[in-house]
């Protein structure tokens, strides 16, 4: 199916404007909700639970990483990099991943294999992280 007929039948463009344009805005989207969640984060009860610390009393790869972004938001990188490390060395990593599935989900493109092969190391590093922070008490 040509560009043409993908336009007719869904709807959509696939100009490069159109995918760059819906690329700012999913972007925008997740900032507004990220914004969203840490005044409700700061300035009410609530918070996100850790099902698998609740259950298992084991620290996941993910906890800490809502206050570690706050630590970063108020500059403090040396207390955002004790609650988790490993995010906090990653993060440039992960925000690259996050801008970049959004252009593929706009565009209907694939992964480039490259990609998927990193994704897949860092995916391993992450849960790697998960045991050696329980093990090691991090």
Not at 43 to 60: A, Q
Not at 73 to 102: L, M, R, T, W
Not at 113 to 127: C, D, S
Request: net charge positive; proline share 3%.
């Amino acid at each position: 199916m040509n560009q043409e007929e993908l336009e007719k039948k869904y709807g959509i463009s696939l100009a490069k404007e159109d995918i760059r344009k819906r690329t700012i805005r999913d972007m925008v989207l997740l900032l507004f909700a990220g914004i969203v969640y840490y005044f409700l984060v700061m300035y009410t009860p609530f918070s996100m639970r850790c099902y698998f610390y609740e259950l298992f009393h084991l620290k996941c790869p993910s906890c800490g990483i809502t206050r570690m972004i706050i630590s970063i938001i108020h500059f403090d990188f040396k207390q955002a990099f004790g609650y988790n490390p490993f995010i906090f060395v990653s993060f440039p990593y992960v925000i690259c991943e996050i801008i970049y599935f959004i252009y593929l989900n706009e565009s209907k493109k694939k992964m480039n294999r490259i990609n998927k092969i990193l994704l897949f190391i860092w995916l391993g590093l992450f849960m790697l992280f998960g045991i050696f922070r329980n093990i090691y008490n991090w």
